[in-house]
């Protein structure tokens, strides 16, 4: 099938209607995001700590995953990062452990190797600057401190479970690893709601990339960020190049009100559902009909109709 020939967005009417979405949901519901658990600690390394599991963790329902870090958290006490420090994945109160197909099985050795790497290094940041080469973006930097959790493990790859894959990916690979990108936000930007722990030497929000699940991928492709069908690495690439034409400096300011259309189901894959009248994008939506109300995507091909 021929490929449908992409209409560029018009950035400067973007801008306008993005900055609209924005004000909405500036400083907004903080409730309905895992971003909530590192707020909850006053020190750095917490902070930090918190970011990384409530973040790797983030994926399925809010309330499965609130409902699993709340569990998580429990079992690490007042202070996480002292916690993986000293106990290396062996924390009570994670028997039975299970969110989605990341059981205790999975979650410990992952846990182990935050802690060892707490220990050897100091801090995620700390592992995560040595292995950045300064490139556009940090997706190399990110496959290489994977890559040290992975080994730090110590469990071989044949004896790597599907739970403890999925907490450990390989972004340099093509997929969107939204979840390892949301982490980054939270700590190399500052204002918002978002950490800014990362400052200094590499650290810029300028090469961030925007985290992309399913939801921010299908209203990305609404608003003309990218015309891919699927959801993975070119496709936050080519959404985050239009962002940066609107603000070179920090392309992802808009990930949290564009995040929160998908997540508080005011844009949702079934048109009835969408609350096209109220959404401040609606003037630069190419899915939004003269009803007010999105067309459904094609489930094989995830495209917009003709
Ligand atoms: S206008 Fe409707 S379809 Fe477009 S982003 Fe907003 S809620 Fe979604």
Redesign the pocket.
């Known amino acids: 099938m021929t490929p449908r020939p992409r209409r560029p967005p018009d950035v400067p009417a973007l801008a306008l209607h993005l900055g609209g979405l924005e004000k909405v949901w500036h400083g907004q519901r903080l409730d309905s995001d895992p971003l909530l658990f590192p707020h909850r600690y006053e020190r750095p390394d917490d902070r930090e700590a918190a970011a990384f599991l409530a973040s790797s963790l983030a994926f399925g329902r809010v309330a499965s995953i609130n409902a699993s870090l709340e569990r998580l958290f429990a079992a690490l006490g007042p202070h996480p990062a002292s916690a993986l420090r000293k106990r290396y994945g062996e924390e009570a109160g994670l028997e039975g452990f299970v969110h989605r197909w990341v059981d205790a099985g999975s979650l410990r050795p992952f846990l182990r190797a935050v802690g060892r790497t707490l220990k050897a290094e100091g801090s995620l940041g700390a592992l995560f600057a040595a292995g950045d080469d300064g490139g556009a973006d940090y997706v190399p930097a990110l496959d290489r401190l994977f890559s040290v959790l992975r080994e730090r493990t110590e469990v071989s790859t044949g004896r790597r479970t599907r739970g403890l894959t999925f907490l450990l990916p390989s972004p340099a690979q093509g997929g969107a690893c939204k979840r390892a990108h949301l982490f980054l936000r939270w700590m190399v930007r500052s204002g918002d709601d978002d950490l800014g722990l990362w400052q200094g030497g590499g650290f810029s929000p300028a090469r961030l990339l925007l985290p992309m699940d399913t939801h921010v991928h299908r209203?990305s492709r609404?608003?003309g960020l990218t015309a891919r069908p699927t959801a993975d690495l070119r496709a936050s690439r080519e959404a985050t190049a239009w962002l940066a034409r609107i603000d070179p400096l920090d392309p992802v300011r808009f990930d949290w009100s564009l995040s929160r259309?998908g997540i508080l189901a005011?844009?949702v894959r079934d048109?009835r559902r969408?609350?096209?009248g109220d959404?401040a994008?609606?003037p630069v939506?190419r899915?939004?009909s003269p009803s007010?109300?999105?067309p459904v995507l094609s489930r094989a091909t995830g495209a917009l109709p003709a």
């Open positions: 209203i609404y608003l259309l005011e844009c048109p969408s609350r096209c959404c994008v609606r939506c899915a939004a007010g109300r999105p």
